[in-house]
């Protein structure tokens, strides 16, 4: 509690630095810009949690290390013409509950921080950087190095990057570097090349775009052979290429990609070593307000990590990104079972999604409008073998959902959202040959009200109807505006109609468990604070297509960004 | 810790104050081609706003400036830049959505590598900045409130 307090201090502090110091601070002929994210929570005992059982003390997946959790990430960059320079100071301390840097840290049981840094030269035809790289060839299907703050991942490499671009007919681009495991830097090597040819721009066409690209990636890890031999590892250096095809014209868009890894690399310790490979395949069409887009995917044993080493867990010991590509909802009842891929038992998958938009407006009347949108998403597994099992193909997940939104006029909005989810639960624990489907149908309404300028209400009402895993749910929220500085809200979820493991309703009496939540957002200037209170169901964040495992808590959270 | 956090911060804060201009880096325009940053500056002043597909607040924030666009231009001359960060797995819907939700009076860009992300120092969307016609930041806002896009519309006319 006390280093909540800490925080709160820290906040009130921040906020009179704030309103004191101005927006742009000049050092030299330079400029130096700051920007400070801090999430924080504290969290309380809940009895109801314990007694229901969601919330066992003492589990793998209970708390071990205090009453607070705090992800601060403070980022100092000089920029003067075309030089910059930067170091950014990330504190876990210790991690929040439920990331997977907080099961990192409960290894050696510490609070942790970690800085990187970087000197960059952006000139106009070439750019070179040194110290801390974040960059990605193509969909980054063999190469991304990226920061991901809601998941607390970071894999940036450590090395120096360097680009040169020819006319805009040729770029080419190399890096190299030690990537970044959660807060420990990995002794690995990670390499690689990049070319991109525009033959548009060669060739002069002046009605579309069409380029070609490829690159190569590799990545060292000594002793892998002595380690890994007995399930197939056959080098120390792993090699992976990626060959891109981009078109645009008329409104068309069509961009492909294949990439595969040319050794058999390890995904699961336990597992043999494989190779892999994915195709991956966008579609675009676009006309007026109209427009639609399309996504193919098939991948195989893609998802390669950092380090093969077993302790090396979660999704931040990745050097690449093999994304889910379902659609991420953003109202509560329908992320209740998100997507969260199949290849980690199986291996692969197939699947894709399309997406149509249309909007519907009246030129003489801008403010009135509908907007639609339905998507649809599918994917399967492959046909594959594990433990000398052989396994047929089959449906993974199905979701098809839409909405309408309808600005009435200057004061009334309304949006109308329906979804329908599919998926097989066994997948969602164990590779087996039999399918448990689970279907649910979500419902949401969701109202804003402009009374003025300044104040808003906005109501979110959702419905998710199932016969089967857990039955019905329930959720509501209800947030009011204060423009443009404070907005309160406060919402609810539970479990309507409870079902048993057989998917039958639960015969005896039981007490309805509330997920709430109570809030306030406050903006001003350069900060931006967020406090809220409630309990939080267990279940799968997701960002950014890939997910992480969320077990139930309930607690006081402050976050606050702060940017000078 | 967080003594050192304080200390950077309050070390920062005795520096002079003066406009910020935008960094240059690298982007993507809306029909694939890489740009700079540098390219957006012609002389009208801006309204930049970081969004994604995922982020909410960042549409609705959006859709209403797209609702206030023609009267505010009525006034002064201005354009709006909407910077999707969305990275490859959603970046074609992006696209698809910047057309299909109507916002074709929008300059929009693609920031996939989240490098003008960084380099303007956005932690959390919707963040939104105005630059005056020479490239000055003069102003920024993160989070959306309904209603909230008039202070925007109030800072770009102190710009006249």
């Known amino acids: ?564 | 810790m967080k003594k050192m956090m304080f200390l950077m911060l309050a070390l920062f804060v005795g520096f002079s104050a003066s406009a910020q201009s935008m960094p240059d880096v690298k982007i993507e325009n809306q029909e694939g081609k890489v740009i700079s940053t540098r390219d957006l500056v012609d002389g009208t002043p801006m309204i930049i706003s970081f969004w994604s597909t995922t982020c909410k607040p960042c549409i609705m924030e959006l859709n209403a400036v797209n609702d206030n666009l023609y009267d505010w231009l009525e006034e002064v001359d201005m354009k709006v830049v909407a910077v999707s960060v969305d990275d490859a797995r959603t970046l074609s819907r992006a696209r698809a959505m910047t057309q299909g939700q109507g916002w074709d009076d929008f300059v929009c860009v693609y920031d996939k590598n989240q490098d003008f992300k960084r380099a303007m120092n956005v932690s959390l969307t919707p963040h939104t900045f105005i630059v005056d016609g020479k490239g000055n930041v003069v102003y920024s806002h993160s989070g959306y409130t309904p209603g909230s896009e008039q202070e925007l519309f109030e800072k770009i006319k102190e710009l006249k």
Not at chain 1, 106 to 135: C, H, P
Not at chain 1, 162 to 172: D, E, H, I, L, T
Not at chain 1, 344 to 367: C, H, M, P
């Open chain 1, 1 to 564: 509690m006390k280093k909540f307090l800490l925080t709160i201090g820290l906040v009130a502090a921040t906020m009179f630095v704030a309103n004191e110091a101005s927006a742009q601070i000049k050092a030299g002929e330079g400029q130096v810009s700051i920007a400070l994210e801090s999430n924080n929570t504290y969290y309380t005992k809940d009895q109801k949690l314990i007694d229901a059982g969601i919330y066992i003390p003492g589990s793998q997946d209970s708390r071990t290390k205090g009453d607070f959790g705090s992800n601060d990430y403070l980022k100092v960059d000089y920029n003067l013409g075309r030089f910059s320079a930067g170091v950014q100071l990330d504190g876990y301390l210790p991690g929040l509950f439920g990331y997977d840097i907080y099961k990192y840290q409960q290894r050696d049981s510490k609070m942790t921080a970690f800085l990187s840094k970087y000197v960059q030269w952006e000139d106009k035809n070439w750019g070179v950087r040194l110290g801390d790289i974040y960059d990605q060839f193509g969909n980054g299907l063999i190469f991304r190095a990226y920061e991901e703050r809601a998941l607390a991942l970071n894999n940036s490499l450590a090395g120096g990057r360097a680009y040169y671009n020819f006319n805009n007919f040729v770029n080419v681009k190399v890096v190299a570097g030690m990537p970044r495991l959660y807060d420990v830097r990995s002794s690995n090597w990670v390499y690689g090349a990049d070319l991109a040819l525009s033959i548009s721009e060669m060739t002069g066409w002046q009605n579309g775009i069409l380029s070609l690209e490829g690159s190569y990636v590799g990545r060292h890890q000594n002793d892998a052979v002595e380690e890994f031999g007995m399930i197939g590892v056959t080098t120390e250096n792993l090699n992976m290429v990626s060959g891109r095809l981009n078109l645009e014209v008329a409104g068309f868009s069509f961009r492909g990609e294949y990439a595969a890894k040319l050794n058999e690399d390890v995904y699961d310790p336990v597992m043999p070593a494989k190779k892999g490979n994915v195709v991956h395949l966008d579609l675009g069409y676009n006309y007026k307000r109209f427009s639609v887009s399309a996504t193919f995917r098939r991948q195989e044993y893609m998802t390669t990590p950092i380090e093969m080493r077993p302790l090396s867990i979660g999704g931040g010991n990745s050097m690449n990104y093999v994304p889910l590509l379902t659609r991420q909802h953003t109202y509560m009842l329908a992320n209740l079972n998100p997507y969260r891929g199949t290849s980690i038992f199986t291996g692969g998958e197939i699947g894709g999604q399309v997406d149509v938009y249309y909007s519907l407006r009246n030129k003489k009347a801008r403010g009135k409008y509908w907007n639609f949108h339905a998507n649809f998403s599918m994917f399967n597994t492959l046909n594959h073998e594990n433990f000398g099992m052989e396994f047929k193909s089959r449906n993974a997940w199905i979701d098809f959902n839409f909405d309408i939104e309808r600005q009435w006029n200057k004061q009334l909005k309304t949006t109308f959202f329906y979804s329908f989810q599919r998926w097989d639960e066994e997948l969602n624990h164990f590779d087996t040959d039999h399918a448990d489907y689970c279907r649910s149908h979500i419902f949401v309404g969701d109202v804003t009200y402009k009374f003025n300028k300044k104040h808003s209400l906005r109501v979110e009402g959702q419905y998710l109807v199932s016969g089967d895993y857990e039955g019905d749910w329930v959720a509501a929220l209800v947030e009011y505006n204060f423009a443009p500085k404070f907005s309160f809200y406060v919402s609810d979820m539970w479990n309507w109609e409870p079902m048993d493991e057989n998917y039958s309703y639960a015969s005896e009496k039981h007490e309805l468990l509330h997920y709430y939540q109570v809030g306030a957002t406050f903006t001003h200037k350069f900060l931006r604070a967020q406090l809220s209170y409630g309990r939080n169901r267990e279940g799968y964040v997701c960002s950014g297509g890939q997910c992480r495992y969320q077990p139930a808590y309930t607690g006081v959270n402050l976050a606050f960004t702060l940017t000078f």
